[in-house]
């Protein structure tokens, strides 16, 4: 029998990981003296460990699952596939899958976003669109544009390009001289407004007029401004006023600069409509899509775009003028296979429609949480929220970061066997879309007694 048919121990398990196995993102002296949970199975939204137990997936296995684990419509279309054709390369061949699912998504992405390149992972599209974007202005004879502007507290990626134009200093800083420099701009962050507004109804969106500063100054030197759609995720679930994002569309068109949406977490339904541009009317030259793409099953990604872009790479083979960019899995036909799957369950399950009373739910739910002495702030945008806890409501002051209030908010839930994961003070929901309603309430009321015994004075 081989190794992995053998059923091993919890012990032996977590023994092992520990050995041989580096965490992301993961202080790996703490890991060592914890007693890790180790899963084996999944199903709906409950993750199921090596002695059997079940958690509750509150963050949607790192915000990419959808349709629930383990769905038996897409477990066959994976495996019809695998006996079809496991895996062929896009260089100098086309495949059948990543065909049919560019078509697909065609129809899907916001008009006149038709031209899908592949790759497989959220960091690698955003790659993907910052080269692009800096090429294609070239290609178009404006040389001179080759910087970008983004965001305090954005998250693209870890990868070097991806780190470059991201704006969370506790995560980057340590690779400042690794990075192309960018030009940032203040976050839409209201609860801690770095212009000193205190409320998006009244202050006339001042983040925007910063913004148009920016772009009089250095708009002419710029290819591109990069941002994470109506909520800026990894930064702490930052939700932007509304108005926000149509307003960089039009400075990013008086100035000409591409606008380059990172839909990674945002897209496949997670705000409540497909993609989250849709909400403010806004289509961008070039946007990336990955986590929620292929269900959760599988490593996929895309950088979509439009003709226009598309068109500036066309020209004689002697002009150079290809895009010299490639991965290896480009456009797997499994993941593709999974992808197209899921899309089709979106319909079937008319899972959008399905999504509207749970997100009015979860407000009502947040509602009740903002009362807590010690949460500062709760932000929301579709089934995607945030609950940010202070040490002091009144003068909004932190819980020094060393606590790990977040963290301990966390491991109390595993108690009542919810699974989540912060981001630093903040408490994160992003549960699976297919939860049910019980299960929405069941998460609710864990992290709701996790927040009251840990901050409790
Ligand atoms: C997760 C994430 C990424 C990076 O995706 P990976 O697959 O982890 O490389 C990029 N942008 C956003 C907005 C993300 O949430």
Redesign the pocket.
Known sequence: MSDSAIHHSTEQLREWDKRHVWHPFTQMQDWEREDSIVITRGEGSWLIDSDGKRYLDGVAS??TNVHGHCRPELNEALKAQVDRLEHSTLLGLASEQSILLARRLAEITPAGLDRFFYSD??????EVAVKMAFQYQAHRGRPERTRFITFHNA?????LG?VSVGGIAIYHATFKPLMFETIQAPSPYCYRCELGCDNPATCGLKCLAALEALMVEHGASCAGLVI?PLIQ??GGMLVQPPGFLRGVRELCNRFGLLLIT?E???GFGRTGRMFACEHEGVVPDIM?I??GIAAGYL?L?ATVTSEEVYGAFRGEYAQLKTFFHGHTFTGNPLACAVALKSLELFESDRLLEALQPKIARLTERLAEFSRLPHVGDVRQCGLAAGIELVEDKATKRAYPWELKTGVKVCLEARKQCIFSRPLGNTVVIFPPLAITADELELLMDGLERAIRVVTAD
């Open positions: 790192m915000w992972n959220g960091s690698t599209a955003m998250y693209h990626g870890d990868t991806a994470e995720g990894a990172d990674v977490a945002t990336a990955s986590k490593p990604a």
